[in-house]
């Protein structure tokens, strides 16, 4: 009996060799040189720092840009392929806004100034004064409103055509705490004629068609959850 215990005692000892030559042999054994385990959330997916910084080059030594990367690290940022219809002087101001609000875009923002500007001159125009309120602060608001008023006392009317606006570009950008502040250069091409009670023309031409240069200035606190921009200042451009 003790045989035979010592000989199933061997016979387990060489199973249990085989099995873990065999687990060895297909599994490997660690050489502290393997590939890292893939992660679908690195930035890097598994290429080296030269790699991620440079991207691959081809055969012919131009570098190519790995997927993930629309732009060169030296022309990324907040604004990367955003910078339409702005002038020079004003690409650092909308940075400076872009960063404090990531939710700002140029274009989103032009759009909604040249709806602004259409409503307000039509707005004025027709001196409807709850259309003007929300959209200026209140000095300029209080300007709009006493022109409005003194047309009312002397009894005239002012007819009014946007006939087009041929172009609004950002001028202007500042950032000054948390007020952010555009400037933006209008012009269109309008015609106004006002006329006195009797429906005669006291100022103006009904069939000619000026082109007019405005630069308003609109502003919005980056804290406010309130999207929207009144316009704070208001001057004639050349």
Not at 70 to 82: D, M, T, Y
Request: net charge negative; hydrophobic share 40%.
């Amino acid at each position: 009996m003790g045989n035979g215990f010592d000989l199933l005692n061997i016979i387990l000892l060489i199973a249990a060799v085989l099995v873990f030559w065999r687990l060895r042999s297909v599994l490997g054994q660690r050489t502290g040189h393997e590939r890292p385990p893939y992660d679908p959330y690195s930035a890097s997916n598994g290429r080296g720092p030269q790699e991620e910084a440079e991207g691959k080059a081809d055969s012919d030594g131009k570098v190519i840009p790995m997927p993930g990367r629309a732009v060169p690290p030296a022309q990324e940022g907040p604004l990367s392929g955003r910078l339409q219809h702005v002038e020079p002087g004003a690409q650092q101001g909308l940075t400076e806004i872009a960063l404090t609000d990531r939710m700002f875009d140029p274009e989103g923002f032009l759009e909604g100034a040249r709806a602004a500007y259409e409503m307000i001159v039509t707005a004025y125009a027709e001196g409807d004064r709850e259309t003007l309120r929300p959209l200026l602060s209140d000095p300029v608001y209080a300007s709009f409103e006493g022109a409005i008023s003194a047309r009312e006392e002397k009894n005239l009317k002012m007819e009014f055509a946007l006939v087009g606006l041929k172009s609004a570009n950002i001028k202007t950008a500042k950032l000054a705490d948390t007020k952010a502040r555009i400037g933006v250069k209008f012009v269109s091409e309008q015609s106004t004629v006002t006329k006195n009670e009797d429906g005669i023309v006291v100022e103006g031409d009904p069939v000619t068609v000026h082109t007019v240069t405005d630069i308003w200035t609109f502003e919005r606190d980056t804290r406010s959850r309130d999207p929207n921009w009144q316009v704070v200042a208001t001057e004639a451009g050349a």
